[in-house]
């Protein structure tokens, strides 16, 4: 069993920035692709960014693209996401998840973390 721990979530104003992190745990040679979700109040969870742990490929929302990095370090087992110039609409929950190998939508993926608060005040 996979088990994911996000960290670093808090309150930023809008143009700052955060580092969340993805801690990964068990037996995360089976699940190749990483990814960030967020789901706002009264919105569905959408793709953020993902990553493919064993070329490192990555791959980003039209909304976040110049703006978030996702990498990972593999022996850390970790993911991250780096967010800067964050915006108000940034404001949501966000989700590290693990995938076999299609990533863009929920379905996808079978493994999730329990999410981060991440709040950009204006």
């Known amino acids: 069993q996979v088990q994911l721990v996000e960290s670093g979530g808090g309150l930023v104003q809008a143009g700052g920035s955060l580092r969340l992190s993805c801690a990964a745990s068990?037996?995360?040679?089976?699940?190749?692709?990483m990814g960030w979700f967020r789901q706002a109040p009264g919105k569905e969870r959408e793709f953020v960014a993902a990553i493919r742990r064993s070329l490192g490929n990555t791959y980003y929302a039209d909304s976040v693209k110049g703006r978030f990095t996702i990498s990972r370090d593999n022996a850390k087992n970790t993911v991250y996401l780096q967010m800067n110039s964050l915006k108000p609409e940034d404001t949501a929950v966000y989700y590290c998840a693990a995938a076999r190998a299609r990533l863009l939508s929920t379905s996808d993926y079978d493994y999730w973390g329990q999410g981060t608060q991440v709040t950009v005040s204006s």
């Open positions: 068990g037996p995360t040679f089976s699940r190749d692709i």
